[in-house]
T-cell receptor
Framework: KAGVTQTPRYLIKTRGQQVTLSCSPISGHRSVSWYQQTPGQGLQFLFEYFSETQRNKGNFPGRFSGRQFSNSRSEMNVSTLELGDSALYLC??????????????FGPGTRLTVL | AQSVTQLGSHVSVSEGALVLLRCNYS??????LFWYVQYPNQGLQLLLK??????LVKGINGFEAEFKKSETSFHLTKPSAHMSDAAEYFCAVSGADSSYKLIFGSGTRLLVRP
């Protein structure tokens, strides 16, 4: 099976712009989670989608949003970019069929740089 | 609330030496515990996971971890380090609430000396 794919891999934006990142989960996986990784804050949970519904949300401002499509692909959007949004954004998918925490498989990430 | 503490932001070992990376967790209920590895410019790769079955968990690349409830620990070990083990390692916990999110430790960078 192909792994989790994320596009683009690298992105440079300027403050005030918005950005959309894409994630394709492993075939058959219905849960997609997003994480932000920065040197200062480490790995932080953004949100999780399951069957096109946001099931969980982390402590990020409303500028961070996401959605999931019927084929389980997911996008996250960051509006009005700030310098502090520069980070590696990781997407993870899981089958989420066991009724409890399942193994999350991560993609290679999108490196976002905000100038 | 759940949390994870990884002792030592950097650990340096000689090639062939024992690798020990420490992880302590805080959870009000039996947790699910994970170790992930991250190589430069890559995502996270699962090494192993504990889900309340055997307390000694074997993972990929010769790594293993032991769940010790009395010590709230889940330390990662490997008997003999290889140069290719140099990477950053993250311990994570999940499962205490209805969320399936992973809560990560701050990571430990493993350096392997020739």
């Amino acid at each position: 099976k192909a792994g989790v794919t994320q596009t683009p891999r690298y992105l440079i934006k300027t403050r005030g712009q918005q950005v959309t990142l894409s994630c394709s989960p492993i075939s058959g996986h219905r849960s997609v989670s997003w994480y932000q990784q920065t040197p200062g804050q480490g790995l932080q949970f953004l949100f999780e989608y399951f069957s096109e519904t946001q099931r969980n949300k982390g402590n990020f401002p409303g500028r961070f949003s996401g959605r999931q499509f019927s084929n389980s692909r997911s996008e996250m959007n960051v509006s009005t970019l700030e310098l502090g949004d520069s980070a590696l954004y990781l997407c993870a998918s899981s089958s989420s069929m066991a009724g409890g925490p399942d193994t999350q498989y991560f993609g290679p990430g999108t490196r976002l740089t905000v100038l | 609330a759940q949390s994870v503490t990884q002792l030592g932001s950097h650990v340096s070992v000689s090639e062939g030496a024992l690798v020990l990376l420490r992880c302590n967790y805080s959870s009000s209920v039996p947790p699910y515990l994970f170790w992930y590895v991250q190589y430069p410019n890559q995502g996270l790769q699962l090494l192993l996971k504990y889900t309340s079955a055997a307390t000694l968990v074997k993972g990929i690349n010769g790594f293993e971890a032991e769940f010790k409830k009395s010590e709230t620990s889940f330390h990662l070990t490997k008997p003999s380090a290889h140069m290719s083990d140099a990477a950053e390692y993250f311990c994570a916990v999940s499962g205490a609430d209805s969320s399936y999110k992973l809560i990560f430790g701050s990571g430990t960078r493993l350096l392997v000396r020739p």
